[in-house]
Nanobody
Framework: QVQLVESGGGLVQPGGSLRLSCAAS????????MAWYRQAPGKERELVAG???????????YYKNSVKGRFTISRDNAKNTVSLQMNSLKPEDTAVYYC?????????WGQGTQVTVSS
């Protein structure tokens, strides 16, 4: 069982920055594929960025097209954390952001953190 706890959401003006963090426990963190999803009101949950498990042969990081060049996902295996640095935020980035961990075929989710981009 993997437990995930997100932090770092909040209210920011357009063009601003936020950094989301997710602390994982309950498994070997380096063996987990990690990702950030988001869900806006009335919309389906969507994948924003992903980073594979350490040593994975299945490529490197992934970004949704609309966040490329603005968001950066990173992991710290020593601290069992994954982060999402979000720059140049836009109102359309407003959503609840969820941390995801995948272990083999099982997905684990955090409770979500609200990000609101508004002037």
């Amino acid at each position: 069982q993997v437990q995930l706890v997100e932090s770092g959401g909040g209210l920011v003006q357009p063009g601003g920055s936020l950094r989301l963090s997710c602390a994982a426990s309950g498994s070997i963190f380096s063996a987990l594929s990690m990702a950030w999803y988001r869900q806006a009101p009335g919309k389906e949950r969507e994948l924003v960025a992903g980073i594979p498990s350490t040593g994975s042969i299945y490529g490197s990081t992934y970004y949704k097209n609309s966040v490329k060049g603005r968001f950066t996902i990173s992991r710290d295996n020593a601290k069992n954390t994954v982060s999402l640095q979000m720059n140049s935020l836009k109102p359309e980035d407003t959503a609840v952001y969820y941390c995801n961990a995948r272990q083999l075929t099982t997905d684990y989710w955090g409770q979500g953190t609200q990000v609101t981009v508004s002037s």
